[in-house]
């Protein structure tokens, strides 16, 4: 295990978690907001399976951990909806998408 490793990658999982909810609270423009929180999503994944070969440092565990953080980056993007009247990010109850926003009231594509 490759201790000196640990401290970057907490510190850069703090970073990405608390700059993208301030930079997602902030935003007001749903198109925006949608391909701000994809890319977070797949940033969040990158920094995630970086740090598991970093820590590790074997490519087993590596494409062990692959598939299902794969996985939860798709049904992210898949499921979380941004609202296009108040561009609110609606998640889902139960792995099944909303169809109307809980802030606002409406209907959600």
Sequence with gaps: MHQQYVLPFVAGWAALGIGGAVLLGQLRSP???????????????????????????????LLFMAPPVLLILL????????????????????LVPSNFCPKCGAPLQ
């Design 75 to 94: 049904l992210n993007v898949w499921l979380v909806r941004v609202c296009d009247s108040c561009a609110a990010l609606v998640q889902p109850r139960y």
């Design 31 to 61: 198109p925006v907001k949608r391909i701000v929180w994809r890319v977070l999503t797949g940033l969040a994944g990158v920094i995630f399976l970086a740090a598991v070969w970093l820590l590790d440092g074997s490519i087993k565990n």
